[in-house]
């Protein structure tokens, strides 16, 4: 099983905001993170907050998406 974390809520905006300018849209965020149905949606729980836990595969997803270095994205997160 992937290691979950729960990320900073103030970085998880940052991060979120960053990833989503670079791909154009939640949606197709949602597609390159691996959401199949409603990408969107799944998206904007983990952006919101309302899903508090990531796992690292999409961590690392969203650090070559953004260009932050997965090292200073887990330095804003919590393992739970």
Not at 30 to 44: E, N, T, V
Not at 56 to 75: F, N, V
């Amino acid at each position: 099983m992937d290691r979950r974390y729960r990320l900073n809520p103030d970085f998880r905006e940052k991060l979120f905001r960053i990833a989503t300018e670079k791909e154009g849209s939640d949606a197709q965020l949602g597609k390159r993170l691996g959401y199949q149905s409603a990408p969107g949606r799944r998206l904007r729980e983990l952006r919101d907050g309302n899903t508090k836990t990531i796992d690292h595969a999409k961590l690392e997803r969203l650090s070559e998406i953004t260009g932050i270095p997965i090292k200073d994205i887990l330095e804003h997160c919590e393992e739970v």
